[in-house]
């Protein structure tokens, strides 16, 4: 069996100004935001390799969890950066403000159908789900039995890993949440993947709530 630990960076500065980030630049974690990394990082267990996004907010993730881990979790961690976890490319939404963005026409089907939608200007929610689902098959292909992986990597990044896991496809992947510094664990023993959120684990295709 290997292990993979879905994280999701520390708060942002978007994050507190409540504005859709994607990829614009100067968006940095807050003090809080590393606080939160750092305290996690305490809870998790020996990893074996971190992939991140190459995104600052969760690079900066990454180093924090590097840096920050007990005598017990001691070992030689390599840090990878990984473009299939980066932000999704929201296009002319990103830097708008999501009180704003939820009165617009297209917000109601970018929760209810994200499978059919395209961000204007930007990227697919196809084209993420299948980059991310990507990335997450051959970190657990490189892992040998008994290790763990950490993946680094953003909200709707992390939903559509955690959707494909539990077999509830990308049309679903609005049903998950995940605040920032939470973190969900995957048990992946061959084909089966079994989800682990506040000491339950759950598979199949029914989930609701944060992860």
């Known amino acids: 069996m290997v292990t993979i630990i879905l994280l ?3 708060e942002s500065t978007a994050n507190v100004q409540r504005v859709l980030a994607g990829r614009l630049a100067g968006v940095a974690l807050t003090d809080r ?5 750092a305290k996690v990082a305490q809870e998790l267990p020996r990893i074996d390799v971190i992939r991140h996004s190459t995104i600052d907010r969760c690079v900066d993730t990454a180093r924090i969890v590097a840096s920050n881990r007990t005598s017990a979790q001691s070992s030689d961690v390599t840090l990878e950066a990984d473009s299939r976890f980066d932000e999704v490319d929201y296009g002319e939404w990103s830097g708008l403000a999501l009180d704003d963005l939820r009165t617009r026409a297209h917000w109601e089907r970018v929760q209810q159908s994200p499978h059919t939608f395209e961000f204007p200007g930007g990227e697919a929610m196809t084209h993420v789900f299948n980059r991310a689902v990507d990335g997450l098959t051959s970190l657990i292909n490189d892992l040998g039995p008994g290790q763990t992986g ?3 990597s953003h909200g709707d990044v992390i939903k559509a890993m955690v959707a494909h896991a539990v077999g509830a496809g990308l049309s ?5 949440g995940v605040q920032p510094a939470q973190f969900c664990v995957l ?3 061959g084909q089966v ?3 682990s959120l506040g000491g339950s684990r759950i598979s199949g295709t029914t989930l609701g709530g944060e992860c």
Not at 33 to 37: I, K, L, M, S, T
Not at 172 to 176: C, D, E, L, P, T
């Open 150 to 152: 950490l993946i680094v």
């Open 187 to 189: 048990h992946v023993q």
């Open 172 to 176: 679903n992947f609005q049903r998950f």
């Open 33 to 37: 935001g590393r606080e939160q990394v």
């Open 193 to 195: 993947m079994t989800l």
């Open 8 to 10: 999701r960076h520390g």
